[in-house]
């Protein structure tokens, strides 16, 4: 294609409102432009190129191992939504509207209730099953904080696919072959990424892992273990028990500890470490239908809660910090809580860390008094709250964990009977009895990828894309116009070569070779070809994008030669790169 004929309206500023290097560049690249409001964007014609080609991958990738690609109505009735009961649950990313004759609808965030509603219609016997049907369609959100461009979009496109089974087993085997279909498609891309254990919700189990891309700016925190390959999401992720050897205490029973709130300044009052002591976080839980309640979380004093965590243990969707006049009504003094002498009125839950904890110091529940020598209970139910830290130990070998962050760009999940039960998606197996089938989930963020590749692959002049994302894989550039043995070189070698590979033709007679470069930079196709005043000599420059590496090439009478030449470097060079 011909530079000169393309809408690619690339800018040196640095749009104000955008921090990350992937909403950068991508803006001032002429991929992408703000539609108008937040977190919707249009796709400009590189933008588009990007996108296919990285739709294509996915589709390639879920095509050979048999998945179907489907595409559902955008527009989804709200009595679907009602039927699984997330219709009032999904709270306000969920865009809620009506048509002229007053039916309620939703725009799809995401299709679990429309294609279990396709193939309760179409599937009736074990005969039928398995199944896996996907789309790549776009899906909105109204997400509390759209941000950082393709990353956090309220308009999003999105992969997300849906398995249909006889049974448990059937879809575990889905779930296995899905992640090693992700796994291909995120390496097809060129990506670093690490498949990690993710949080389930009330599911729970292993039932669900995400697939994160390695980059400072990823919104989630990963743990990581040092030695071996486990990795999960912070909200999931697990430890091994952390050492406690407690010190013996100077004092027992009921201490006078006034203005002694902080852990930092119990553990100092009772000369002990913060391992030694235990602390309350106390949280209002706010539960589906609108209830609350208060819950004391028991933990470690030199342990954090984990929130995710903690709403599972109990079932909530979220929590709240719980205030100090909530806690008044229930009697309970803020800085001095303790799980000791509790009405059955309040829910406390006590974290995995405290198992087998004794001589430790805690709020004793009266203003200005801690207690010290207290054990926790043996016959109690454990939950694990606590965010995993760096230095924790890995619960499958012992090493070290650490902390990375990560883009999230795909999550597969073991759903069950979650959907099909209530919207009685059902088939009649051997025996013609009717069960529910079990089903397995699965998305990736495809605009979210664009994103996510420029965070890993770029430098402080522009994109760099990689070899399967580029929008191009060549472009050659006429140094100038003017010079007419350059220009008929250039014209000759895109005519020839622009059938076998992807090129774009920066042919722009006004431009200066320096804009044009600077363009080839931000663009970041990763092959130039400068077609310059070389030319007289017999020598034209194959510019690598990634490295800045430039090789020359002669060329001779016959230009179809010197296009086979560049052809093979390009081939060769790609290879070596990987
Ligand atoms: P996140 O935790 O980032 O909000 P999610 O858990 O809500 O994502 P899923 O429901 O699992 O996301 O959606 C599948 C995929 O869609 C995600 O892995 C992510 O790559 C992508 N995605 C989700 N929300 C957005 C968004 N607002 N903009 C762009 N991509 C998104
Ligand atoms: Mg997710």
Redesign the pocket.
Known sequence: MRFSKLLIPTVKEVPSDAQLPSHIYLLRGGFIQNAGGS?LYNFLPLGKRVLDKVRRVVKEELDRVGCQEVSLAFVTPASLWQESGRYEKYGKELLRFKDRKENEFVLG??HEEMMVNLVRQSVKSYKQLPQHLYQINW?F?D?VR?RYG?????E???Q?GYSFHVDETDMKREFALMEETYKRIFRRLGLDFRVVEADSGAIGGSGSK??MVLAESG??TLVVCKSCDYGANIEAAKRAAPAYTPKPLSQEGKVATPGTTSIEAVARFFDVDATQTLKIVAKEAHFEGGKSEIVLFALRGDDALQEVKACNAVGADDLSDASEAQLEALGLPAGYLGPVGLSDEVKICFDEALRGATAMVCGANEAGYHIAGYAVPEDITFVDIAEVREGDRCVHCGAELTHTKG?????I?QLGTRYSEPLKCEFLDENGKAKPMVMGTY???????L?AIIEQHHDDKGCIWTKESAPFTLEIILGDAKNERAKEVAESLYEVIGDRIEVLYDDRAKERFGAKMKDFELMGIPFALIVGKGVNDGKVELVERANGERHYLEIGDDLAETAEALLATIADLQSKRG
């Open positions: 977190g965030p995401t899906k959100r997400e759209p393709l990353m956090r979009g309220r999003f496109l999105m997300d995400e697939f919104e989630d883009i999230e760009v795909g999550h999940f998305g990736i963020g495809v605009s979210r990828l994103a």
